[in-house]
């Protein structure tokens, strides 16, 4: 198996699959390249037809269902980036930042994001391991209960 089809590979034997990218909701670009680095915008924790998940964490949603949340939140981040350069060109994920729609004194915000880096070092290994920030919030944009962006350096 070629490197160009390993990390898709990986996400098919975990069971899971690239969605659609994510239409933009404004006037932004999902992701956008300058250089050897992507910048990927914030994607949310939903499905195409706008399923998904949109609770507060520690209100609603368990701990559990937040990892679930931030797993669907790193798909939907990793179909944009695939949209502009194939995941096999990922030299390594750089930066995570995720935000967790928290119920009012939650603070397993990192517990929630190990859903997405998990995730991530599934998919490509070493490569996938990366920096992150973990923020709560009272309210996230459209609701979602996580979002998260990235920043992926890749290679020419």
Do not use: W
């Not at 190990?114 to 944009?141: C, K, M, P, Y």
């Amino acid at each position: 198996m070629g490197e160009v089809e390993k990390p898709l590979a990986r996400l098919r034997a975990l069971g899971l699959e690239l969605p659609p990218p994510p239409a933009p909701l404004a006037n932004y670009l999902p992701a956008i390249r300058h250089g050897d680095l992507v910048y990927v915008s914030g994607h949310g924790s939903a499905r195409p037809g706008g399923q998904g998940f949109f609770e507060r964490v520690g209100e609603v949603l368990s701990v559990a269902e937040g990892r679930h949340a931030a797993q669907l939140a790193a798909l939907n981040c990793l179909a944009a980036l695939n949209a502009l350069v194939p995941l096999a060109r990922v030299r390594q994920i750089l930066k995570v930042t995720g935000y967790v729609h928290s119920a009012d004194g939650f603070t397993q915000q990192p517990e929630v994001l190990n859903g997405a880096s998990d995730l991530l070092v599934q998919i490509f290994g070493e490569r996938g391991r990366h920096a992150r920030t973990a923020v709560g919030l009272r309210q996230t944009a459209r609701g979602y209960s996580v979002q998260l962006e990235m920043i992926v350096a890749i290679y020419d």
